[in-house]
């Protein structure tokens, strides 16, 4: 086990964090936040009341209106303090995101890392927020200019649970918005940290709210109020839906990062070894717990035992062990549900004619341990090849052709990442072409960088994080004529 130090401080007090003041439990509901690797119990999360959330819109209104008229630099300064307080306290950070969400402490310490280059990056976007002048007779102007939308409803799933939180904040907070940010419940430690390294860094009190609470009842609340001017949501697409609906009474910009089901296209050129140690390590990062995860396989003829066989073997030997552990390459499912939801697809595959090559049962411990999983030959038609599994499970099916393997790639409504494997470049420019989704990795599995716009298309949702299309996302554009 890595060993506690003065860095690594114990799992937290839960706290709300609302126009700049700590808010403990008080008379208020609470729930239990879960340990995914034992089961038990790390502390106990105060959820708001409706009192709460009109004193967080308030706030958020009146953060607004200072946040909207703050220097560039100031602005900046305060994103690029925060990055490096991530930094400073990474290893503290990381432990807990273990603890609360399971991920390997490697795994966690890389997402820390990774939001605070998330920080700075929007630290130096923030002041470079252009207009432009439109060229008119002599005396007269026009003027495109772009201004904060106003006050963002934020809503971040657990799977990554401190760069999520990162994502609703750091560019809302460079281009001038406030924001109210509703993280799961069941990874609250980690946005607190956030919001800590922010608030510490300057961040003005009601600039941005930390709220937790029942997510139907918060959700309603807040996306009903004429405050909020903008939805910035990651999760299902179910829940995405209904959000929609939601803020289409008062017709709200949204930002959805919504299901994916990621397609890999396995052809017959590929360099197989370089490509199966890509794919293992992409699928059982985080358990499978990833919306970008690589989960329909679709490996040409000629190679496609060859590559099932590859993935068993290396699937056998990752080792599965609390994320605390040292040698630990994968660790638990984030929360009872997962096991089920994942044991259930797995059933149902087999039953409508998969073959079990690796895995397939949870691993007898106390946490929400499952093996990692390899099914080969499976059905298109079964469960998990059109409902994302979201756990550590191979969906391994062949293809002949080339069109083939682009339509069962674009078959279902979901297009948020895909994945293909071929040494001949021609072939993959037209792959990279004929998929539809909104990342497309080629002979990678990495589909995200600070820089770059992180996005889905179809019912995997609209608008982008990351990169300068980020920021966009948070502004709106005026025309000013001027005679």
């Known amino acids: 086990m890595i060993e506690s130090t003065p860095t690594q401080a114990t799992y937290p007090p839960l706290r ?24 038990k119990p790390l502390g106990e999360l105060p959820l708001v009341d409706a009192a709460d959330l009109d004193r967080a819109l308030a706030a958020a209104e009146t953060g607004f209106d200072r946040w909207r008229r703050a220097k560039p630099t100031d602005r900046a300064a305060v994103l690029a303090g925060a990055a490096r307080l991530l930094r400073e306290r990474g290893d503290a950070i990381s432990r807990n995101a273990t603890l609360e969400e399971g991920k390997t402490f490697a795994e966690a310490r890389d997402e820390t890392l990774a ?49 999520n939180p990162v994502r609703k904040l750091g560019a809302a907070i460079a281009t001038g918005c406030s924001v109210i940010l509703k993280p799961a419940e069941e990874t609250p430690a980690s ?30 609340h807040l996306l009903a109020s004429p405050i909020i001017r903008k939805l910035s949501f990651t999760g299902s697409t179910a829940v995405g839906k209904e ?6 009474d008062t017709v709200k910009k949204m930002t959805l990062e919504l299901g994916g089901h990621a397609p890999v296209i396995v052809f017959d050129d590929c360099d197989l070894d370089r490509t199966v140690e890509t794919l293992a390590a992409a699928k059982f990062r985080n358990a499978g717990q990833v919306c970008v995860s690589p989960t329909r396989f679709y490996v040409q003829d000629a190679v496609c035992d060859r590559f099932v066989e590859a993935i068993t073997e290396r699937s056998n030997r990752i080792r599965v062990a609390d994320g605390l552990d040292d040698d630990a390459e994968m660790g638990p499912l984030a929360n009872p549900r997962r096991p089920e ?33 390899v099914l080969a030959d499976v059905p298109i038609e079964t469960r998990a090849m059109n409902e994302e599994p979201f756990g550590p499970v191979v969906l391994a099916a062949r293809f002949a052709t080339f069109d083939e393997a682009v339509d069962q790639a674009n078959r279902l409504p979901y297009g948020l990442a895909a994945f293909a494997f ?21 002979n990678t599995a990495r589909v995200g960088a600070a820089d770059a716009p992180f996005q889905g298309v179809k019912q995997s949702g609209h608008g982008s994080e990351d990169g300068s299309e980020g920021l966009e996302s948070c502004l709106v554009t005026k025309t000013i004529h001027m005679v």
Do not use: C, K
């Open 16 to 39: 709300l964090h609302i126009d700049g003041e700590w808010v403990g439990a008080g008379n208020r509901r609470t729930q239990p936040v879960l340990n995914p690797a034992t089961g």
């Open 341 to 373: 939801s994942v044991d259930s697809m797995i059933g149902t595959a087999l039953s409508d004619g998969a073959r079990l090559m690796t895995g397939g049962e949870r691993i007898d411990d106390d946490g929400f341990f499952y093996r990692p999983t």
């Open 422 to 442: 071929t040494e001949n470049g021609r072939r993959a420019n037209h792959v990279a072409d004929a998929i539809e989704s909104g990342m497309v990795g080629i």
């Open 115 to 163: 939001a605070a280059a998330l920080l700075d990056f929007y630290a130096g976007e923030a002041v470079r927020l252009y207009g432009r002048v439109l060229m008119r007779p002599p005396g007269q102007r026009t003027m495109v200019t772009r201004e904060p939308i106003g006050p963002i409803a934020a809503f971040s799933p657990w799977n990554f649970p401190v760069h």
């Open 243 to 248: 959000l929609m609906r939601l803020s289409a």
């Open 191 to 220: 946005a607190m940290a956030v919001m800590q390294a922010l608030s510490e860094a300057g961040l003005p009190a009601g600039v941005a709210q930390l709220v937790f609470g029942i997510p139907d009842e918060v959700s309603r």
